[in-house]
């Protein structure tokens, strides 16, 4: 029979969840995009309107969000102040000055999405008749700008800084005291030994996992801000930008928090290396350190893409449990790495060779389950935010993503290398050379990481619909063109059995009906007076399944329906 490590069983349990995590209702948006506004794009008005109002596809957050209304000369005409409509998140508008003249005028706008990316736009329109017409420049303008290298880099060095404070605290605690019990050495050598005198590098390794994360925390509000608020990085450390982001931001919030923790961890760490207290009260304290960080990976996950999912309890777990197992299997391969070469110096030689092969070996099985998690919820990942398999090579997301998996894939190799290794009593050169490989490209998987969280996901790409379906002695065809959120064009034929188009229809009556509860149900009525298809351009309000039902109603009062099924993609 085959025998299994406690942590490859745990892998094998991952493994096996992972069909519920794909089973579990999920969705992502990408970036907060407009889907309606008032006046829309490109529209020419009669009058001038008392305000301009812009709806986007989820609830934003209320910091840093402007609305600036300019006319032909750049002159403001708007009031100064957006805001959010209280009774629908998603949408905010400001008000006009009265008396607003004929001429072309753009809206410029800036938003928070609810992932804390911020989103830019323009939209053109005209009040009155001109020669002149607004030029088509929203599609072009709107989007989340470039990200910020410095932000990019915070976030690389916070996974840094997290990986070897994580995997300092795992080692000592789960690898650590299994590979100094070895059973040539005296019970009293054990007793007394300390994990620095194993490794005499571990405290410094565990110090500076914690410098760097603490470090990246503290300046990743101020970088953060200043790319929310769209003003110079030095403006983000002024007391109103810190402020605003402070009390209206969830990253500001969610900051807050993590500085609270990084205090905290401070006080166990110190207790955990404490010798004068006993060994039952060190492994408290560090089983305390090793919770508070946790909590820290946790709370990372709360502000990101996570967080904006259609359902973000899965997507949030799924990201902790995805930055926690990368975390113990980089953290751990930087200790080995660092302290290895060194480890057991007071000790003879053999038993230093059997110290570094028992921590290769212990460290197998822990792998294992790391490996498990990292796919796990990699995959889930992966058809979260990537809806539409074209995506992987169509969005600079996508192409990360894939570059990312190429990354882990090595890492793999690397890591089946060490496992055999770590039965090769000769093979310690051999090995150390793959851990300080494998060290490397887990740092090139952790950049990646950092650019993907800020690069919008994008949305499943808009297929057009087109079906027909029998209803009795006639056939119904629907035709929903770009079959995307925003504005689509509807379009019903009826015909007979022989493929006429039935005369005299009276009314058309179009009910979609979401697959999800939260969603309203919408019905469009066609204008029939005009020959077939009978056409209507109206709003679709989110991506996602939707039940169409068709009734149609003849000259003769013969009610004719039909079902479809419609699958509405994200893109804009």
């Known amino acids: 029979m085959l025998y299994l490590s406690r942590p490859a069983r745990v892998a094998c349990l991952l493994l096996l969840c992972l ?21 829309t794009e490109n529209q020419v008005l009669d009058k001038s309107p008392s305000q301009v109002t812009i709806t986007f596809n989820e609830d934003l957050q209320s910091a840093f969000m402007s609305i600036k209304v300019t006319d032909e000369t750049g002159k403001r005409v708007d009031t100064g102040k957006a805001q959010l409509d209280p009774n629908h998140k998603a949408t905010m508008e400001i008000q006009l000055i009265p008396g607003v003249k004929n001429g072309i005028y753009s809206v410029n706008w800036r938003a928070l999405s609810a992932d804390g990316h911020p989103v830019n736009g323009v939209i053109p329109f005209q009040v009155g008749s001109s020669s002149n017409s607004p030029t088509n420049q929203a599609a072009a303008s709107e989007g989340s700008g470039t990200s910020r290298i410095d932000l990019i880099a915070v976030r690389w060095f916070l996974y840094i800084g997290l990986s070897l404070l994580f995997g300092a605290i795992c080692f000592r605690l789960f690898i650590l005291p299994s590979i100094s019990q070895d059973k040539n050495r005296s ?27 603490s470090a ?28 605003e982001a402070l009390q209206f931001t969830g990253a500001g919030q ?51 893409h996570p967080a904006a999912a259609t359902h973000p309890a899965p997507a949030i777990a799924a990201d902790f449990v995805h930055l926690a197992a990368a975390a113990f299997w980089i953290g751990s391969l930087a200790v080995m790495v660092v302290c290895l070469p060194v480890a057991g110096a007071e000790l003879p030689v053999s038993e230093r060779a059997t110290l570094r092969q028992a921590a290769l070996r212990r460290f197998a099985g822990w792998g294992i389950a790391m490996v498990a998690a990292l796919l796990a919820t990699g995959i889930y990942g992966a058809v979260l935010y990537i809806p539409a398999p074209s995506m992987l090579l169509n969005t600079s997301y996508g192409l990360v ?24 009593a000769a093979a310690s050169k051999r090995a150390a050379g793959g851990l300080r490989a494998e060290v490397s490209v887990g740092l090139l998987v952790m950049l990646l990481t950092a650019v993907l969280t800020h690069l919008s ?116």
């Not at 619909?465 to 629907?478: D, I, K, M, Q, S």
């Open 19 to 39: 069909p519920l995590l794909i089973l579990f209702p999920h969705s992502s948006w990408a970036h907060a995009f407009v889907i309606e506004s008032s006046p």
């Open 187 to 213: 019970e009293q050598h054990k007793q007394n030994q300390r994990p620095f005198e194993i490794l005499p590098r571990w405290t410094k390794l565990l110090w500076s996992g914690y410098g760097i994360t």
């Open 216 to 243: 990246a925390i503290l300046i990743s509000l101020p970088l953060q801000a200043s790319w929310d608020a769209g003003v110079p990085i030095r403006e983000g450390f002024s007391l109103p930008i810190l402020g």
């Open 254 to 304: 969610i900051w807050f928090i993590q500085m609270i923790l990084v205090l905290l961890l401070s006080v166990t760490l110190i207790y955990a290396l404490d010798y004068s207290i006993s060994n039952r009260q060190r492994r408290l304290w560090g089983y305390s350190s090793a919770l508070l960080t946790l909590c820290l990976m946790l709370s990372k996950a709360f502000v990101g």
């Open 401 to 424: 993503l894939l570059g990312k998996a190429a990354l882990l894939l090595v890492m793999l190799a690397f890591a089946a290398s060490q496992f055999r290794s770590a039965r090769q």
């Open 457 to 572: 996901p994008g949305q499943a790409p808009a297929v057009p619909f087109e079906e027909t379906r029998t209803a009795g002695e006639y056939n119904v065809t629907l035709a929903v063109s770009p079959n995307a959120v925003g504005s689509n064009e509807f379009k019903v034929s009826v015909q007979d059995s022989k493929g006429a188009a039935v005369s005299g229809i009276q009314q058309v009556t179009l009910t979609l009906t979401p697959a999800d509860p939260d969603q309203d149900q919408q019905e469009f009525v066609l204008p029939v007076k005009q020959q077939q298809p009978f056409r209507s351009q109206e709003l679709m309000t989110s991506e996602g399944t939707w039940a169409v039902k068709v009734h149609a109603l003849t000259a003769s009062l013969d009610a004719v329906d039909a079902e479809f099924t419609l699958h509405v993609g994200g893109k804009k």
